[in-house]
């Protein structure tokens, strides 16, 4: 069974900092990309920044320099350490992971958000 436990969520102040945990079972960790998404109300989900099953990463434009996405592949836990935090980036923020196959096919795994909020 498939199973993602996010956690570090929680009320942080503008200007601090929060540490997002996503701990996986059921898969084979190592051979998966990981990414956290956020969704503010009223808005679409978005990337907010990826890691490769190399570890190469990537990162939306609103959180380079203030975001680091980290992954441990022997405890199958990605991280999301968030610096300066603005109000904007307050949202239920989502680990996902993703396994391209041959053929083209993906497998596509989501956990159930954690909400962030900042205040100002």
């Known amino acids: 069974q498939v199973q993602f436990v996010e956690s570090g969520g929680g009320l942080v102040q503008a200007g601090g900092s929060r540490r997002l945990s996503c701990a996986a079972s059921?898969?084979?960790?190592?051979?998966?990309?990981m990414g956290w998404y956020r969704q503010a109300p009223g808005k679409q989900r978005e990337l907010v920044a990826s890691i490769a099953s190399g570890g190469g990463t990537n990162y939306e434009d609103a959180v380079k320099g203030r975001f680091t996405i980290s992954r441990d592949n022997a405890k199958y836990t990605v991280y999301l350490q968030m610096n300066s935090l603005k109000p904007e980036d307050t949202a239920v923020y989502y680990c996902?992971?993703?396994?391209?196959?041959?053929?083209?096919?993906?497998?596509?795994?989501w956990g159930q958000g954690t909400q962030v909020t900042v205040s100002s």
């Open positions: 059921g898969i084979f960790f190592n051979m998966y990309d």
């Open positions: 996902n992971a993703v396994r391209t196959l041959r053929g083209g096919s993906s497998l596509d795994y």
